[in-house]
């Protein structure tokens, strides 16, 4: 399972073991939920994010048999929020898909749902945020019982118009503090954060409930602003720096590589596995 | 020159008159500058902020003739800045490029240099950061002597890995405070700010040194990340409420419309300077 078998497995500082690696299943879209079981197996590579769609192609029973045996940790679970709609109609049955994505969760069992927070169904920013805030607050003690965390991952800027109103830590670590509740936190994603001029100060104050640590790296130029994440040590990122942040706060839970990339995806799955496999020991 | 002769052109808060409406030559991209110039008469348009580019193309003497002999008032110079460079040899010249910005703007007549600050020569963004403010600071007495201020314009945080490592107004005003001098301010441009959770208390903290207010609008989907800025009104920026947010902030200037677009620019100039100034009137 590790290319070095002295590792130490347990120091969540050693950064030449993939104990802590997560596939996120994005990075291997084309795959199903079984397959990517499988390719984690096969490369070594103990957890997994799922993604509801996948998990519906495959079925949630048997998605949840599937990591179960395998002896995979599900990180996380993508996603839930999208809270914002024109109608009240509308934002009640995302109100309710909500509800249906935590006890997805749960099934799965994962402690994690990661929340994306938009965008506004008009131009009134302010007002969808304090509806995002809203909404959240509806959810918890639903996720609390069926045992599950919300995190709110605050997407980069370039998505505020469709796809998060939440585009800041600060913004969310916010969000946070006046929520005031055990079951809600952040996940902090490099691709996200990393431009931010307050990370340092904001990483640190993500102490405590921090719930989730995604990479990737940043393409000069970037080929698309959805499908052109770069693998990481392709791009521009300081992601030995963000890791060294996010421990210092005191994460030490996995490590998700989350890659939308339209090159990627044509490669074989086992390909990218490996890949992301070294470049995580590399830059990260 | 004006829709309604009996608008008053002395009131900044009345929103159906153009004595405020600035043409940034970006906007009119294939015009010279004596293109840009007649323009401008033809449509009514005070104001006009330059490009360097441009202004070499045409020479410098005669673009400040030009305008001059039009009566226009020059809003802004674009661009200094880009001080980072790998090679200390490379940053030196950078810095006497931008003392021959401070020059031009003097002679073209305008108070206001606008910076792009970025981006970093490598991966370290506080290391730019700090040698940004450095920068500033070297160049603000050259600026003062010229009759010039430096406009510190944040950038959209998806600029940060190939244009300026200051992508948020906060960022930008905490800069102003450090370097704590007459001649130096903040540039707002909606299409780079609006994302800001801040943004509300960002602006009124940068009240006393706004040196100028830039429009265009947010297209969804973005149809290029750097020439796919959208015309005011087809975008999802709420305009008005930012440029409430600015004159409640004590800024009264001139206000400048500079969209990067291909469609545009392929459009007759004149015809792009009547649409922006009408768009300019409904929703500016």
Redesign the interface.
């Known amino acids: 399972m590790h290319d070095d078998i002295f590792t130490n497995l347990s120091d969540p500082s050693d950064l030449s073991d993939l104990s802590r690696l997560s596939l996120n299943q994005m990075t291997t879209k084309p795959w199903s939920v079984r397959e990517a079981v499988e390719g984690c197996v096969c490369a070594g590579i103990p957890s997994i994010g799922l993604w509801r769609d996948k998990v519906a192609e495959t079925g949630l029973q048997e998605s949840a048999r599937l990591v179960r045996d395998a002896g995979l940790k599900v990180s996380s679970l993508c996603r839930g929020g999208w809270f914002c709609a024109a109608s009240a109609r509308e934002r009640q049955e995302r109100l309710d898909d909500n509800r249906r994505a935590i006890e997805e969760a749960a099934t799965l069992g994962t402690e994690t749902l990661v929340l994306v927070c938009g965008p506004?169904a008009d131009?009134?920013?302010?007002a969808a945020?304090a509806y995002v805030e809203e909404s959240i607050s509806i959810l918890l003690p639903y996720a609390q019982e069926h045992g599950v965390k919300l995190g709110i991952e605050p997407l980069?800027?370039?998505y505020?118009?469709?796809r998060s109103v939440?585009?800041?830590l600060?913004?969310a670590n916010r969000l946070v503090q006046r929520l005031a509740h055990p079951g809600i936190g952040v996940i902090i994603d490099a691709y996200h954060v990393?431009?931010?001029?307050?990370l340092?100060e904001q990483v640190a104050a993500a102490g405590g409930h921090i719930l989730g640590f995604h990479v990737c790296d940043?393409l000069?130029?970037?080929p698309d602003?959805l499908n052109g994440r770069g693998m990481m040590g392709d791009?521009?990122?300081?992601l030995r720096r963000l890791r060294r942040l996010v421990e210092t706060a005191g994460y030490s839970g996995p490590i998700e590589v989350e890659i939308f990339n339209q090159a990627l995806w044509e490669l074989p799955g086992m390909e990218v596995l490996h890949l992301m496999s070294e470049r995580y020991k590399q830059c990260v």
């Open positions: 506004a131009r009134d920013l302010p945020r980069h800027p370039m505020v118009g469709d939440i585009v800041s600060g913004e990393w431009w931010d001029p307050e340092e940043w000069v130029p970037t602003m791009g521009v990122i300081d």
